[in-house]
């Protein structure tokens, strides 16, 4: 049976297509988190594509406050001490750290499971390929994959740790890469229909009201 979790993704990502091809279809809506472009007066909304779900982003002025990202599951909280501040770098900064994180342990895990060894992990901000294997059994990930469902994520590193046995797309190679991610074919054209949406950076506008509502829940770095 197919996994959920880009079939979920892809019925997102695609409403959230036709709200930005279409804006008519949907109307403009006010809600908690909607930041307004000064010049247009059209309100904007801040999203944040993470683990292949769209999150809403809060930005907030705090100038007593050290400047940084808190996610609490359902929403981004970025703090920010001035107007000058850019929220978009912020957030990107915290996807980096958080792929820094999840890629190396994911790669551990699965080169046990396949029974691979490899030398290094390398974060990059590839534009060309998701992720390589060196002859060096170096692995490289753009850090980009964040972006995706956990389970797409999950496959780019199975990709890669099985050119460890095979380096090349032979029948042997793609074999074994259905042992240990079944639904591949499922992911590889999850990752072509939403190419463009995890290469797009994050853009985040700071509307007038981002100084209040500042929630005491959440810090920075979660």
């Not at 908690?32 to 809060?58: C, I, Q």
Request: glycine share 4%; hydrophobic share 35%.
């Amino acid at each position: 049976m197919a996994d959920t979790q880009s079939v979920v993704s892809d019925v997102k990502l695609f409403l959230e297509r036709l709200k930005k091809e279409m804006p008519e279809i949907f109307g403009p809506t006010e809600k908690a988190g909607t930041t307004v472009n000064t010049e247009t007066s059209a309100p904007t909304e801040n999203k944040v594509l993470y683990n292949g779900d769209l999150f809403e982003a809060r930005v907030y002025l705090t100038p007593d406050q050290e400047e940084g990202v808190a996610f609490d599951g359902q929403v981004f909280h970025v703090y920010l001490q001035n107007k000058e501040s850019n929220p978009s770098a912020l957030v990107t900064q915290w996807l980096r750290d958080k792929a820094a994180e999840v890629l190396p342990q994911k790669t551990k895990e699965w080169a046990e499971k396949i029974g691979v060894e490899y030398n290094n992990v390398v974060l990059k901000d590839q534009r060309t390929l998701w992720a390589s294997c060196s002859g060096k059994k170096n692995i490289n990930y753009s850090y980009r994959i964040i972006k995706m469902p956990r389970v797409v994520q999950d496959y780019l590193v199975i990709h890669e740790l099985c050119h460890l046995k095979f380096m090349n797309h032979g029948a042997e190679y793609w074999e074994l890469v259905a042992q240990f991610s079944p639904d591949y074919k499922l992911h590889r054209r999850w990752l072509n229909e939403h190419k463009d949406a995890v290469f797009e950076e994050v853009k985040l506008t700071i509307s007038a009201q981002d100084s209040a509502s500042i929630p005491t829940e959440s810090t920075p770095g979660n």
